[in-house]
T-cell receptor
Framework: QKEVEQNSGPLSVPEGAIASLNCTYS??????FFWYRQYSGKSPELIMS????GDKEDGRFTAQLNKASQYVSLLIRDSQPSDSATYLC??????????????FGEGTQLTVNP | GAVVSQHPSWVICKSGTSVKIECRSL??????MFWYRQFPKQSLMLMAT?????????EQGVEKDKFLINHASLTLSTLTVTSAHPEDSSFYIC???????????FGDGTRLSIL
């Protein structure tokens, strides 16, 4: 079992729709969770961070975390063509240990069609 | 927001050349910096983790004598690819992390092409 698993995609949604990206992780001790966006040929850009169960909203983005189910998701409302990118789920094992490596999923490629 | 600057953006050089890549955290002190490599259409691969003032920790399979990492200050880490060969051609990306469990922020990456 992979440490961090994401829907392999590609995921295609029409402009204005809600895009839903999912991620599961295997290490139950994980404490910090991040979503990065990576455009083709560019480096990853931090979109959201979430540390406790529940929802966290930032503009059109909502991250959801359920530690009991070891599940984290990212919802993108009112999707725009500029949201077309690969979305990386990243998990960090211990909140007390700054500097511990992130474990990335393989990424989900999202295409928003005009 | 946190800014990480990486230079150069791209390098083209002959086989056998050594190439140095700089990574700077511009508005925060980076307790830890990370170096990744990414081949086309593949996932990020962590190469090494470096903490200021100490030796870098390399991932399995990464040659530490080939990829020299120096983290001399809380805002600067360098990666030197020594005697680079065409198979070292890749997209190299650094990231920096501040204290208190702050997220990692990535530099813009360096595209390295060895002829």
């Amino acid at each position: 079992q992979k440490e961090v698993e994401q829907n392999s995609g590609p995921l295609s949604v029409p402009e204005g729709a809600i895009a839903s990206l999912n991620c599961t992780y295997s290490d139950r001790g994980s404490q910090s969770f991040f979503w990065y966006r990576q455009y083709s040929g560019k480096s990853p850009e931090l979109i959201m961070s979430i540390y406790s169960n529940g929802d966290k909203e930032d503009g059109r983005f909502t991250a959801q975390l359920n530690k009991a189910s070891q599940y984290v998701s990212l919802l993108i409302r009112d999707s725009q063509p500029s949201d077309s990118a690969t979305y990386l789920c990243a998990v960090k094992p211990l909140v007390e240990t700054s500097g511990s490596r992130l474990t990335f999923g393989e990424g989900t490629q999202l295409t928003v069609n005009p | 927001g946190a800014v990480v600057s990486q230079h150069p953006s791209w390098v083209i050089c002959k086989s056998g050349t050594s190439v140095k890549i700089e990574c700077r955290s511009l508005d925060f002190q980076a307790t830890t910096m990370f170096w990744y490599r990414q081949f086309p259409k593949q996932s990020l691969m962590l190469m090494a983790t470096s903490n200021e003032g100490s030796k870098a920790t390399y991932e399995q399979g990464v040659e530490k004598d080939k990829f020299l990492i120096n983290h001399a200050s809380l805002t600067l880490s360098t990666l030197t690819v020594t005697s680079a060969h065409p198979e070292d051609s890749s997209f190299y990306i650094c990231s920096a992390e501040g204290p208190n469990n702050q997220p990692q922020h990535f530099g813009d990456g360096t595209r390295l092409s060895i002829l």
